[in-house]
């Protein structure tokens, strides 16, 4: 799950996609059942965005 939603983040970067069009386009299904609690999936994709994006 989590290499799974960092590569899709990364994927979105290089394809040049903000932030929200990353968070529109979502997770992939298998992220589903984690992205209730803790962190909401949106969060989760600005977390991992802000991170990547900060490694350029």
């Known amino acids: 799950m ?3 939603s ?7 970067i290089r394809n040049r996609h ?3 069009q990353i968070q ?3 997770l992939a299904k298998e992220c589903e059942p984690f992205s209730h ?3 909401s999936t949106d ?4 977390l991992l ?3 990547l994006k900060s490694k350029k």
């Open 37 to 39: 609690g803790y962190l």
């Open 43 to 46: 969060r989760w994709i600005a």
């Open 6 to 12: 960092i590569a899709t983040v990364q994927n979105g």
């Open 2 to 4: 989590i290499l799974s």
């Open 24 to 26: 529109k386009e979502g």
């Open 49 to 51: 965005y802000a991170n």
């Open 18 to 20: 903000s932030l929200e």
